[in-house]
């Protein structure tokens, strides 16, 4: 069976499209999950995708991919940098997370550029738009492909 990899969007990302186009584009959520979708079938992967506004709820997600899923893609945008809750669950998750974002945080205001999700992640795309999660997923496949 293929490896099952949860991609989680944090608050605000379901206003993509509409929200501040000049840093995030034009793309909306629902577009990402169909390019991932066909990223992760060509890479022979399963996907879960899913966005909360919800602190607790991407915590529980979190927290779901022990035992529930091999890997972890999160945006977990304005999360990212306030929430040692988000980074506790996923320092206790057991399986290799991405961290994405769309815009380069690091170019962005001083605030974006400490990330709470950096610290438990295997690795860091960020600045490439909605392409990001693509690259996710392949790095994604290939931390697993050499796991075995
Ligand atoms: C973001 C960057 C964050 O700083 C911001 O709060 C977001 C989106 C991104 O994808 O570029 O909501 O994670």
Redesign the pocket.
Known sequence: MSPKVLVLN????NMLGQREPDI?GHTTLEDIRRAVDVRAGQLKLTVDFRQTNDEGELVTWIQSARGGASAIVL????Y??TSVAVLDALLACGVPVVE????N?YR?EEF?HHSYVSRAATGII?GFGAHGYELALEAVARLLHNEK
């Open positions: 944090g608050p605000n990302l995030y945006n977990a945008a304005a990212t940098h994405v974002h769309l815009s945080i962005r974006r960020c």
